[in-house]
Antibody, heavy 116, light 110 residues
C-alpha cells in the first residue's frame, strides 16, 4: 500500500516561491499519476496538477503560468513549485496518488500561509 | 467558485438515509465517472466512491453512489455519528484536462 509523506515551508511572503516535496513509500512508482491539490480555508479542494513517472505533466490552466511539478524517480519523490505567491495561495496543500480509480492515497497536508 | 455544484449542508438523525447531490456539465460528469471523497475533521480526504458507484475495500455498504446525465448523488443509509464529515464529489473535466471538485457538503448528524 502506497504511503505519502510531504514537507516544505509553511510561511511565505508575497512574491516568494512555494516549494513542497512528497516522498512515496511502497507500491510501484510507475502505477500512478502523482498529484498536487490544495484546499483554501473553508473551501473545496482545487486540483493543481499531476506528473507521471516519465515526467509527463498536466496543470490546472488557472495556475499553469506559475506551477512546476517535477519528479525524481531515483528518490521516489515528486515536488511542487508555485511562483509569485499571494494571499490567495494560502491553503492546505496535499500530495496524492491518482490511479484509474481516483485519488487513492493522500499525504497528510501542509498548511501554507502567505503573509507579509 | 467550484466547477461542480453541491449543497453546502445536509443533516439527518441516526439511522436515517440522506442523499447529497452533485451537478456538473457535459465536459465532466456527463462524460466521465464520478468519485466521492469523505473528509473527517482535521484529516485529508479519503476516497469513498469511484466509477460512480463502486466502493473501495473497507468502505461500508451504507455508502452508495449513482449518476444520471450530468448529475450524481451520494446516499448514506443507516446514518451514524461517525459519518459527520465533509463530502466532495469530483470528476475529470475534458475541457480543463484535469480534475474538478464540488465545493463540498457538510453533513451533520443530529
Amino acid at each position: 500500500q502506497v504511503q505519502l509523506q510531504q514537507w516544505g515551508a509553511g510561511l511565505l511572503k508575497p512574491s516568494e516561491t512555494l516549494s513542497l516535496t512528497c516522498a512515496v513509500f511502497g507500491g510501484s512508482f510507475s502505477d500512478y499519476y502523482w498529484t498536487w491539490i490544495r484546499q483554501p480555508p473553508g473551501k473545496g479542494p482545487e486540483w493543481i496538477g499531476e506528473i507521471n513517472h516519465s515526467g509527463s505533466t498536466n496543470y490546472n490552466p488557472s495556475l499553469k503560468s506559475r506551477v512546476t511539478i517535477s519528479v525524481d524517480t531515483s528518490k521516489n519523490q515528486f515536488s511542487l513549485k508555485l511562483s509569485s505567491v499571494t494571499a490567495a495561495d494560502t491553503a492546505v496543500y496535499h500530495c496524492a496518488a491518482a490511479s484509474e480509480y481516483g485519488l487513492d492515497v493522500w499525504g497528510q497536508g501542509t498548511t501554507v500561509t502567505v503573509s507579509s | 467558485q467550484s466547477v461542480l455544484t453541491q449543497p453546502p449542508s445536509a443533516s439527518g438523525t441516526p439511522g436515517q438515509r440522506v442523499t447529497i447531490s452533485c451537478s456538473g456539465s457535459t465536459s465532466n460528469i456527463g462524460t466521465n465517472t464520478v468519485n466521492w471523497y469523505q473528509q473527517l475533521p482535521g484529516t485529508a480526504p479519503k476516497l469513498l466512491i469511484y466509477f460512480n458507484n463502486q466502493r473501495p475495500s473497507g468502505v461500508p455498504d451504507r455508502f452508495s453512489g449513482s449518476k444520471s446525465g450530468t448529475s450524481a448523488s451520494l446516499a448514506i443509509s443507516g446514518l451514524q455519528s461517525e459519518d459527520e464529515a465533509d463530502y466532495y464529489c469530483a470528476a475529470w473535466d475534458d475541457s480543463l484536462n484535469g480534475v474538478v471538485f464540488g465545493g463540498g457538503t457538510k453533513l451533520t448528524v443530529l
